[in-house]
């Protein structure tokens, strides 16, 4: 599955996108080189932002390529999830 992930990065244009590439190829474990270009956000100056400063790193965005199978899971896993929560909110037991 390694070679069949591509990783991107989006960010808002005005933020320090070669400082979010790093932290965020780093954190997946990829090297910066490897990653598809960066989508810079334009920056719409009558937004109010909250995710603004040092800490602001942007979005990473994982794309699988022949990912349905894993897809399934995932989901398959979050409506496990999400039943197991309604129907503990429903019996009280939470």
């Known amino acids: ?4 992930r591509r ?9 320090d996108v070669e400082r979010a590439e790093r932290f965020r190829a780093g954190l997946v474990g990829a090297d910066v080189a490897t990653l598809r270009r ?7 100056p009558r937004t109010v932002r909250k ?3 040092e800490s602001y790193r942007g979005c990473l965005v994982i794309r699988v ?5 894993l897809y399934r899971r ?3 896993w979050w409506h496990g ?3 197991g929560i309604t ?6 037991k939470v």
């Open 1 to 4: 599955m390694q070679g069949r």
């Open 7 to 15: 990783y991107r990065v989006m960010i808002h244009a005005t933020a």
């Open 38 to 44: 960066t989508t810079r956000k334009r920056h719409n």
């Open 51 to 53: 995710n603004v400063g």
């Open 65 to 69: 390529s022949q990912g349905a199978d």
């Open 74 to 76: 995932i989901e398959g």
């Open 81 to 83: 999830t999400v039943s």
């Open 87 to 92: 129907a503990s909110v429903s019996s009280g």
